[in-house]
């Protein structure tokens, strides 16, 4: 970082963290860094000083692509028009018992 740079200027990255093998990461905060190499740098000594996480996967906020609350009812709908989603029709043997 040049003396000109601040860490504003800097691109944001977002970072997750997986703690355990078999779970899933979550998201733990953000920060700027000058490329992919150093988000993950900061990240691990930021993020991970007491051995938190088994992995860390930073991404560029500005490559997040996220739905629009206002596109609720349409972007979410379940499409119950499409009746073959639905295991309503298959006929289970009595010795399967209750599924």
């Known amino acids: 970082m040049t003396n000109k740079e ?3 200027e800097l691109p944001l990255y977002e ?6 093998n078999g779970l899933h990461h979550k998201h733990v905060g953000s920060l700027h860094a000058s490329d992919a190499e ?3 740098t900061n ?5 991970t ?3 938190e996480g088994v992995s860390i996967w930073v991404v560029q906020t500005s490559d997040i692509i996220a739905s629009n609350p206002e ?6 709908d379940p ?9 309503t029709f298959y006929n289970i043997p009595e010795e399967v018992g209750h599924m």
């Open 6 to 8: 601040t860490a504003a």
């Open 15 to 20: 970072v997750f963290i997986r703690s355990k």
């Open 38 to 40: 150093m988000a993950m």
């Open 43 to 47: 990240a691990r000594d930021v993020y």
């Open 49 to 51: 000083r007491r051995s």
């Open 71 to 76: 596109d609720k009812g349409s972007f979410y």
């Open 79 to 87: 499409n119950d028009d499409k009746t073959y989603r639905h295991p």
